[in-house]
Nanobody, 121 residues
Framework: QVQLVESGGGLVQAGGSLRLSCEAS????????MGWYRQAPGKQRELVAW???????NYGDFVKGRFTISRDNAKNTVYLQMNSLKPEDTALYYC???????????????WGQGTQVTVSS
């Protein structure tokens, strides 16, 4: 089993920055892709960014160069540096991971509990 614990959310003024972190813990697993999704009240959950174990990245269209995703494979941790934040970035940000458990061949998907990001105007 894999547990994901996020940190780094909070309240920031428009134009400010935040750095989110998410650490995967447990035993007997190998993570392939890690990423971040977000969900604002009344809206669907949407992709913010993901990063593969080899470093390939993908971002949601709304990011437009403002956010950077990175990971430390040795620590099973993914980071999201968010700059030039806007009020419309206000949402609950969820960490996501795809992992293969030891002794299995399939991929399982895991979610964190979410960390709130609020951007004031």
């Amino acid at each position: 089993q894999v547990q994901l614990v996020e940190s780094g959310g909070g309240l920031v003024q428009a134009g400010g920055s935040l750095r989110l972190s998410c650490e995967a813990s447990g035993s007997g697993f190998r993570i392939s892709t890690m990423g971040w999704y977000r969900q604002a009240p009344g809206k669907q959950r949407e992709l913010v960014a993901w990063i593969a174990s080899v470093g390939t990245t993908n971002y949601g269209d709304f990011v437009k160069g403002r956010f950077t995703i990175s990971r430390d494979n040795a620590k099973n941790t993914v980071y999201l540096q968010m700059n030039s934040l806007k009020p419309e970035d206000t949402a609950l940000y969820y960490c996501h991971a795809a992992a293969t458990l030891s002794g299995t061949v399939g991929v399982s998907f895991y979610w964190g509990q979410g960390t709130q990001v609020t951007v004031s105007s």
